[in-house]
Structure formats: C-alpha cells, structure tokens
C-alpha cells in the first residue's frame, strides 16, 4: 500500500467511524411529540381573581373525605398583606375553610393583629394545593414504593401500601402532605382524581365563583389552562428546589413563599 | 469440610428462600416500575384504578337543572349566578334518593365569607360590595332580608 492511499483510507476510516448511526437519524419532531404521552394534568390559579371566600377548602375536604374539625386539608388559601413599611404578613386560620371574614391578622401564638388600611400596599389571596411536581421529592423519598407518579402526572399514595413513615411529608418542599387522622396513611391533593379521569372539573375549581382555579391538560395547545402556561405571564412556587411544578400562578409575588 | 462449618452457610440460605418466597406471595403481581421509571413510577397499578373509583361527592349545577330548572334560571338572573348551587346546599350525592333532602347552609358565616369588607387591593375581592359585620346587623341571619337567589335589596 503507498503512504498516499495508507492516509486517505485512514482519514475516511476515521471520518466514517466517528459517525453514528444515529447521527444520520432524521428525526421528526411529530415523532418526538408522540413519544409523550398526550395527557399531562396542570393546574392554573389566577390570584386576581381568588377573594378568599374558601369554597374550595370546604369543596375538597367533603370531596375527599377529610374530616372538617381537622387541622389538616390537602388545599388551602393563604392571605398576604404587605405594608407600605415593606412587611410582608400572611395568615391561614383553619386552612380559611370558613373563608376570610375578618381584617384582623391570625399571628397564632402572638394573637390576633390589626393592619390600618392606609397602611396596606398589597393584600391578596394565594390558594395552595399540590403541585404534582415532574420531579417530586416526595416520591423519591418513599421507601416502600406506596407514593408515585401516573403517567398523567398525577402524584398519587396507595393507601394499602402506605406505612406512614412520614418521609414524604418531610420530603415535600410545599408542606402538602399530611397524616390522614383517619386512614392512618400520609395524605395529599390527587387533583380529584377520580373526577378528571372521568372528564369531570377537580371539587376545588367546581366550587370557585370566580374562576380562580382551573385544571387542564398541558400537552394539548387549544386546552385553556396549557395557552395560559404558554402566553400569560405565569409562575411556580420555589421552583428552586428543582421539582418542576404543575401548579402555576398568574400574578404571582416574590414574597409568596 | 467439617459439617459444622457448612451448617451456617444452610442457615442463612433457607433464610432468603424464606423471604423470596414470603414476597413473591406478599407482593401482588402487578407491583414494580411503571411509566415513569423506577424512581417516580414505583408502584402497585391497581391502586391508579382505586383512585378512579373514589366516590365523587359533588355533582354540578346541570345535575341540579335537570329537576330544579326553575330554581337554577331564578339564580342565573341575579348577581349570584356564578355560586354553583352545592356551595350552599350540600354535595348532592346521591340526591334524590339517598339523602332525599339537602341541608342547606344559611349562615350568617356562609354570605360573610364573601361580603366581609376587607380592604384587600390587588385581589378581587375589593369588588364585592361587603358590610362590617360588627356593625350590619350583628347576629341576624343575611336571609331574613336579603333573598340568596337575588340579593339586591332593591329588586325583592
């Protein structure tokens, strides 16, 4: 063999072997959309319009079975009241399962405080639920495989499986999870899962006056809730953490934690 | 080998048959990885079924149109048209027959959970027209004046 022919055949070796396969792949992105499953459930919470009447926290809890004395829900909605001083107060009574009905600031142990209203620069309400994360912590975090995600995203617990460790609710960024006082097994938001699965609204946003609440499927671009995500200028709580919410909010504040 | 030496060694191996053979009875067949892999899909399948069968509570207002239209027509023409009927009058569950009747919620606290006067700018709630209830009334129930279906004062 010459030196030339040695060399040349070398260099297309090279070249050659360097390629993959599936370099030379043409890929379609219809093709790749396809590969996703085509339901992925997303929440929207426009707080403008949230006035805090809390039918959503009453809905749920008859919903799902929660007991109404009980100091645990798998939605609430939190009150924020920041002062003109730059102060930012929230506060919760009961999860607001009988609503807002007072000005007066729930400080828990510091009792209750009252805020003039010269001196209030922002007050709204932020309705918290789960936010059946793409990553969730608190699945990762189960032992004995009794929480996990459905391919919709739903992030669900087997209440037979359950050991109730409580890892997941220690594990879980947003403080969603909960001991059922009754089922003795951890406890969280399913999106109503027996209700959309059968095409049907979550309790929550059924509940709403006000469409504050919506849910809807984020892969499919003529749902309501997936334009908004797409277009409006949406955003998610501690996104952090890295778990990828679900839950997304339309005027959302730095301070809403 | 001695014989002793190998006893142990039989011991722990009847050991794991043991507990291969108790999860292989325990765990149901359909438990393992799922859709979303190992880490987020780690799970019983059957459960997803049980979620869907969950007994759904609340009904909606259509359900409730379909024998009282007359009720939910009155409603649509006043300002409370967007409260959805099971917000004051119960879940409907498995209304008509079982319950035959629905308790309906006439608190005072039901109407304030909206027409408390908050002073909340940047919410919605600042456009609903709302009373101090310390000072409207106190300790009378909304409904001996205002009519839930059409609460305008002016039009009863």
């Known amino acids: 063999m010459k030196r030339r022919d040695f060399l040349k055949n070398t260099a297309v070796f090279v ?88 000005k007066l600031l729930d400080e828990n142990a510091s009792g209750m405080r009252a805020v003039p209203d010269e001196e209030v620069a922002q007050a709204f309400f932020v309705p918290k639920l789960c936010n059946h994360c793409s990553t969730p912590a608190c699945v990762q975090v189960c032992p004995v495989g009794a929480t996990y995600q459905t391919a919709d995203g739903a992030v669900l617990v087997d209440r037979k499986w359950c050991i109730g460790c409580g890892y997941c609710i220690m594990g879980c960024p947003y403080g969603v999870r909960f001991f059922h006082p009754v089922e003795r097994v951890a406890d969280k938001c399913t999106f109503c899962y027996h209700r959309i699965s059968k095409g049907g609204n979550t309790a929550c ?38 778990t990828k919410p679900n839950v997304y909010y339309i005027g959302l504040n730095e301070e809403v934690r | 080998m001695k ?25 149901p067949a359909d438990f393992g990885a799922q859709e979303r ?5 780690f799970h019983r399948l059957g459960n997803e079924q049980e979620w869907k069968d969950y007994p759904a509570k609340y009904k909606n207002s259509s359900y409730c149109n379909e024998c009282h239209d007359d009720k939910v027509k009155s409603l649509k023409a006043s300002a409370h048209a967007i409260i959805p009927c099971e917000n004051c009058h119960g879940a409907a569950l498995g209304h008509p027959d079982k319950p035959e009747k629905l308790t309906v919620d006439r608190s005072r606290g039901q109407c304030l959970r909206c027409h408390a006067k908050l002073y909340m700018p940047s919410s919605g709630r600042n456009n609903i027209p709302g009373i101090d209830p310390e000072q409207h009334n106190p300790g009378t129930a909304c409904a001996e004046c205002h009519n839930p279906h059409n609460p305008s004062l002016e039009e009863m």
């Open chain 1, 15 to 102: 070249s050659g072997a360097s390629l993959s396969l599936s370099t030379l792949e043409f890929l379609d992105p219809r093709e790749l959309l396809a590969s996703q499953p085509s339901l992925r459930w997303g929440f929207l919470v426009n707080t403008y319009k949230c006035v805090g009447c809390g039918f959503c926290v009453k809905a749920c809890k008859i919903e799902n079975d929660i007991p109404l004395e009980a100091n645990v829900t798998r939605t609430w909605v939190e009150r924020y009241v920041m002062t003109k001083s730059g102060e930012t107060i929230r506060d919760c009574p009961q999860g607001a399962l009988n609503g807002y009905t007072s």
């Open chain 1, 205 to 242: 946003a059924q509940a709403c006056p006000f469409g504050a609440r919506q849910i809807g499927n984020l892969r499919d671009p003529n749902d309501p809730v997936a334009k908004a995500v797409l277009k409006e200028r949406v955003g998610v709580l501690r996104s952090e953490y890295g």
């Open chain 2, 3 to 27: 014989k002793h030496v190998w006893r142990p060694l039989f011991v722990v191996l009847s050991l794991v048959i043991f507990i291969l053979l108790f999860r292989l009875a325990y765990v």
């Open chain 2, 37 to 41: 892999g190992y880490t987020f899909g």
